[in-house]
């Protein structure tokens, strides 16, 4: 097969992502490192701390996929982080328009201010941007690249167990708050579970998709991102360890699962380099 009938990733999708990967770097960065500032250093205060944390760590590893996957000129390479990027983002823009009473927008602090209308403005525009972009995307023409390594059974029934748990649990996050907040494993508020739901979904979406594309030459921006996502949740454990009620199952279960997104992540990364 000639590299030119393979389909390539456009100019359009490369630019979005490598945007967004620095606009989700920015924002993971003040959470993840300024849990306990989010009355200044974010677009709404977070409490307790250990969620803002939390809600970094996803955009951390939201950069290192997104960015990887700007990097590919070969779509099948590429196409990872978009389907489940533009989800969380559609569901981010509905629960920012939700909850709008309690962003900053009457902060007289500058950057406090300014860093909320940029929040608006990236979840409007970001979701009808990368739509576009998608479905232009669609209309490149060429095929994929045959697969080099399909997917060991038990790898990929991880991923689409990990990717059903996240999924589903975050649209019940979104969708009925009231239900699921008593089932976490530390407090939110209806704002911070939604947000939450948010990368749920699109985590969800993005296993799942990893689970279909079975192919490793297609996952190392996918498996660097939750690799990433596995320890850095995991080290965030160690950061806040009162948060959490260690007599709870869910903790428990919160606590294991994290886990095997990291071992999965770094078995994946691994096996996934290789077929570079």
Same mark, same amino acid.
């Given at each position: 097969? !000639?590299?030119?009938?393979?389909?390539? #990733? #456009?100019?359009?999708?490369?630019?979005?992502?490598?945007?967004?990967?620095?606009?989700?770097?920015?924002? *993971?960065?003040?959470?993840?490192?300024?849990?306990?500032?989010?009355?200044?250093?974010?677009?709404?205060?977070?409490?307790?701390?250990?969620?803002?944390?939390?809600?970094?760590?996803?955009?951390?590893?939201?950069?290192?996929?997104?960015?990887?996957?700007?990097?590919?000129?070969?779509?099948?390479?590429?196409?990872?982080?978009?389907?489940?990027?533009?989800?969380?983002?559609?569901?981010?823009?509905?629960?920012?328009?939700? !909850?709008?009473?309690?962003?900053?927008?009457?902060?007289?602090?500058?950057?406090?201010?300014? *860093?909320?209308?940029?929040?608006?403005?990236?979840?409007?525009?970001?979701?009808?941007?990368?739509?576009?972009?998608?479905?232009?995307?669609?209309?490149?023409?060429?095929?994929?690249?045959?697969?080099?390594?399909?997917?060991?059974?038990?790898?990929?029934?991880?991923?689409?167990?990990?990717?059903?748990?996240?999924?589903?649990?975050?649209?019940?996050?979104?969708?009925?708050?009231?239900?699921?907040?008593?089932?976490?494993?530390?407090?939110?508020?209806?704002?911070?579970?939604?947000?939450?739901?948010?990368?749920?979904?699109?985590?969800?979406?993005?296993?799942?998709?990893?689970?279909?594309?079975?192919?490793?030459?297609?996952?190392?921006?996918?498996?660097? *991102?939750?690799?990433?996502?596995?320890?850095?949740?995991?080290?965030?454990?160690?950061?806040?360890?009162?948060?959490?009620?260690?007599?709870?199952?869910?903790?428990?279960?919160? #606590?294991?699962?994290?886990?095997?997104?990291?071992?999965? *992540?770094?078995?994946?990364?691994?096996?996934?380099?290789?077929?570079?």
């Amino acid at each position: 097969m !000639h590299n030119t009938n393979l389909k390539k #990733t #456009t100019a359009g999708i490369r630019i979005i992502l490598y945007v967004a990967s620095f606009l989700v770097l920015s924002v *993971g960065l003040s959470l993840y490192f300024f849990s306990e500032k989010t009355d200044i250093y974010f677009s709404w205060t977070i409490n307790p701390p250990m969620t803002a944390a939390f809600l970094g760590v996803g955009y951390l590893a939201s950069f290192l996929t997104e960015f990887l996957s700007a990097r590919e000129k070969i779509w099948a390479r590429a196409r990872i982080a978009v389907p489940g990027v533009l989800a969380f983002t559609i569901l981010t823009s509905i629960v920012t328009l939700l !909850h709008l009473d309690r962003f900053h927008f009457d902060s007289s602090v500058f950057i406090t201010l300014a *860093g909320t209308w940029v929040w608006l403005f990236i979840y409007i525009s970001v979701p009808i941007a990368l739509s576009v972009l998608w479905a232009l995307q669609a209309r490149q023409p060429g095929i994929d690249p045959a697969r080099k390594e399909s997917l060991p059974v038990w790898i990929r029934s991880t991923l689409i167990l990990q990717g059903l748990i996240m999924f589903f649990f975050g649209a019940a996050m979104l969708l009925i708050p009231e239900t699921t907040i008593p089932l976490w494993p530390w407090k939110l508020s209806v704002l911070t579970s939604q947000a939450i739901g948010g990368w749920g979904v699109g985590i969800g979406i993005i296993a799942l998709h990893a689970s279909w594309e079975n192919d490793w030459a297609r996952l190392f921006p996918m498996m660097a *991102g939750y690799t990433v996502y596995g320890a850095l949740q995991t080290i965030n454990l160690l950061r806040y360890p009162d948060v959490l009620d260690w007599t709870r199952f869910s903790a428990l279960f919160y #606590t294991f699962f994290v886990m095997t997104l990291f071992l999965t *992540g770094a078995y994946g990364t691994w096996k996934a380099q290789q077929q570079k």
